[in-house]
């Protein structure tokens, strides 16, 4: 329902214009001048103004200047009298959407509101592919980045792992098992971290080698597996609350896996920032088939730090962090944005009730089916929160 109010002295046209606008289904609210009208704009944030530019007081001008200052995306509409043609050119160049004369015309009163809403939308959907196509540029320079980072470092790693095979094959390790081992879980986590380096600039483009039919659990408790020892050292206890026999999904398994551990390592240093390691922390692991079966949402809860306000829109950007400067790349995320991207899944988090929030990802059980352009899908998953 659209909200507009509407702003005159003459106490007759107010009120016959808030009964012709509740005719179309408009909310409507109502000010005898412009400061009143400021007052019941910043209470109610209308979509539409309409309002006289003659009024005893602050008026219909000032009060323009006033609202466009907020930085509002609402459309203001002025009404002038006879000879007032001026100061509506001067409206106009402040900001007001149209003016017009009265007496007004109720019709083509519609006809400016319905543009002034047509306007709203497109300046919507216009931010919102710039914000797409900044988002794809950030992605491609972390690509880039990640490009050069995995050259430069494979040398150094090829140099390392092969210093660690002289060692394994050498009299002295060979005969010191407690050593060899040792040797052996140093050589993995080598290998480990050139495959990481290696997927730093694959995740800025669309790789699909890795793809396969899997049960989503497998990277969910994968991920844990590598994360529970430090949950346990940060006092956080945690719940695992996993689907069993969820249908298989068309997954590369190592970045659902790398997502699960992004979660993770937020969601630890969140209950830390809040806890400070003492009882009370805690960190609920969850997997879960959609009720309407259209995906398979993993996701970790956690009763930590709350996300802060006005940084929804930039949580999922490349370097972007909260955290305090040498705790977070401000990485982790965004590239958990492009992996769900590739995966034609969703990302995103929302607070839920008992001072607790959610990082979720949703797969797509039809590999055909793109979630991220599902139009239903952000009201199908309000469903989903109600019951956790």
């Known amino acids: 329902m659209t909200k507009i109010l509407v702003v005159d002295d003459e106490e007759l046209l107010r009120d016959r214009l ?5 005719l179309d289904d408009h909310e409507v609210f109502l000010a005898e001048s412009g400061l009143r009208g400021l007052e019941v704009f910043n209470e109610k944030k209308p979509d539409i103004v309409i309002s006289d530019i003659r009024m005893p007081g602050m008026d219909g001008i000032e009060m323009l200047e006033k609202i466009k200052a907020l930085g509002t995306e609402a459309e203001v509409i002025m009404l002038t009298g006879h000879g007032g043609l001026e100061s509506a050119i001067a409206a106009l160049k402040i900001g007001a959407f149209d003016y017009m004369n009265k007496p007004i015309n109720y019709d083509e009163l519609s006809v400016n509101i319905n543009r002034a809403l047509e306007t709203q939308k497109l300046r919507q959907q216009l931010k919102s592919q710039q914000s797409q196509l900044l988002q794809a540029a950030k992605m491609n320079a972390v690509g880039e980045l990640g490009a050069g980072v995995a050259h430069e470092m494979n040398q150094p790693l090829m140099a390392i792992s092969s210093h660690l095979e002289i060692l394994l094959m050498s009299d002295v390790i060979m005969n ?17 971290l050139g495959t990481i380096v290696k997927r730093m600039h694959e995740y800025s483009g669309s790789r699909k080698e890795g793809f396969i039919q899997e049960d989503p659990n497998r990277p969910v408790t994968d991920g844990l597996y590598l994360m529970q020892q430090q949950l346990k050292d940060h006092n956080i206890e945690l719940t695992l609350d996993l689907e069993k026999e969820l249908p298989h999904v068309n997954i590369d398994r190592y970045q659902i896996q790398d997502v699960i551990i992004n979660f993770l390592v937020n969601a630890r240093d969140a209950v830390d920032d809040w806890h400070q390691q003492k009882t ?6 969850l997997s879960r088939k959609m009720k309407n079966g259209k995906g398979i949402i993993a996701g970790v809860i956690d009763n930590g730090i709350p996300v802060k306000e006005g940084t929804d829109d930039s949580i999922f950007n490349p370097f972007f962090t909260t955290k305090a400067p040498g705790k977070g790349t401000g990485l982790g995320l965004s590239v958990s944005y492009n992996i769900m991207k590739s995966h034609k899944g969703v990302i995103g988090f929302t607070p839920l009730k008992n001072d607790r929030k959610i990082f979720y990802c949703v797969l797509p059980i039809d590999k055909n089916t793109n979630l991220s352009v599902d139009p239903a899908l952000n009201e199908e998953l309000k469903l989903e929160w109600e019951t956790l």
């Open 18 to 22: 808030k009964s012709l606008l509740e």
């Open 280 to 285: 009370g922390g805690h960190i609920t692991l």
């Open 176 to 192: 010191e098992p407690m050593l060899k081992t040792k040797i052996m879980k140093i050589k993995d986590q080598f290998v480990r």
